[in-house]
């Protein structure tokens, strides 16, 4: 008999992952780089402008450029907030806006090159036999302190840092610092066959710091993907930028109560963000600031209707026990892969 679900939530994010992978790296090849420029460069997911054959750039480098150049050197200037400073980053704004509403944070889980590499890397690593390594009910207090590493990073390299090189304050090395450590910028062009990024500044002490440690970044993120699920993902500025309007995107993830919640976890242990929020807590605070709408809880949870997908009123997805039964024949809830069971034949009797 057919099944009722030919295609799964995940089946689909990752075709949806793919393609914004080609399109988020080597998306000009298609519209040109000058319409790749004009199309948007305020896209909330980490595709990186220094990546030339991309299609789309990331709302931070915009941002701290603007801090930088526009808004830090008209303040040492002592002029007024006009025009010239203030409309380029409302129109920045205005743009993350327009792709932010549609999809809300489903570009971290859905779109962002970056997680996807991380996702197709632990995949990887789950055939060859690599455990994936959960923060147990233990290990949650670990979880917690990881958290506030990408609101220092969004606050202090993405906002702060840049500002204070346009006041002149810092050395003009710092202008865009967390461009400079970004993992993305050297994973997306080395899929390019550029491998400039990867080169650290000699001459300049902060340029080859900032360089050493974007090697080590796309260092643990590749390696580390092996075994952790996102790695990179829990510490990334861009994951707190899209948190702070969340709340303003018709998207969302969407929970009811149920008696067994709490219980099973297994919505928690089907998380990549190992986000123990969704298990324990109920309405908007089931919707966590670290969460990526990949839609995996909803995946796994066993109960029907208990987890939704939502845009505005409409649910796109939504738990079901029989989904769920469907789902852990190929995959279990922590990523692990079920191996594929070869039926042996038996020989013919003389």
């Known amino acids: 008999m057919p099944s009722k679900f030919p295609l799964t939530l995940s089946q689909v994010r990752l075709a949806v992952q793919l393609l914004m992978l080609f399109v988020t790296v080597w998306g000009s090849v298609i519209v040109g780089s000058y319409m790749a420029d004009k199309i948007s460069n305020a896209l909330p997911a980490l595709s990186c402008a220094y990546d030339q054959a991309n299609g ?7 941002t701290q450029h603007i801090l930088h150049h526009r808004v830090g050197e008209a303040m040492v200037r ?6 010239q400073m203030v409309l380029p980053l409302l129109m920045m704004l205005v743009t993350f806006f327009a792709f932010f509403f549609v999809i809300g944070k489903a570009f971290c889980g859905w779109v962002c090159p970056l997680g996807t590499l991380q996702e197709l890397i632990g995949k990887l690593g789950r055939r060859f036999g690599i455990a994936p390594r959960r923060f147990e009910e233990g290990d949650l207090g670990a979880v917690r302190r990881v958290r506030p590493v990408k609101w220092v990073l969004l606050l202090g390299l993405v906002l702060l840092l840049p500002l204070l090189t346009g006041l002149g304050v810092t050395p003009h090395s710092l202008g865009n610092p967390y461009c400079d450590i970004c993992p ?3 994973a997306t062009t080395l899929l390019t066959g550029n491998t400039e990024q990867l080169a650290l ?4 002490n902060v340029g080859f710091a900032l360089g050493a440690v974007a090697n080590v970044l796309i260092g643990f993120t590749l390696i580390g993907a092996l075994a952790i699920r996102q790695p990179f993902c829990r510490i990334c500025p861009l994951l707190s930028f899209n948190a702070v309007f969340q709340r303003l995107s018709p998207l969302r993830l969407a929970k009811t109560k149920h008696e067994s919640c709490g219980k099973c976890r297994v919505c928690a242990e089907a998380c990549p963000m190992d986000i123990p929020e969704i298990a324990s807590e109920d309405g908007r605070k089931a919707y966590h600031e670290d969460c990526t709408l990949c839609g995996r809880c909803a995946e796994y949870c ?3 209707g208990t987890l939704k997908l939502k845009w505005g009123p ?3 997805f939504s738990s079901s026990r029989e989904y769920y039964k469907n789902r852990v024949k190929g995959e279990l809830p922590d990523g692990t ?10 020989a013919a009797d003389a």
Do not use: H, M, N, W
């Open 302 to 304: 066993p109960q029907d």
């Open 78 to 83: 002592a002029q007024q907030l006009t025009f």
């Open 314 to 316: 409409l649910a796109l």
């Open 184 to 186: 993305s910028r050297i």
């Open 56 to 62: 789309g750039y990331c709302v931070l480098i915009p």
């Open 337 to 346: 892969v079920k191996p594929i069971k070869f039926a042996r034949r038996e």
């Open 201 to 204: 500044k000699l001459g300049d």
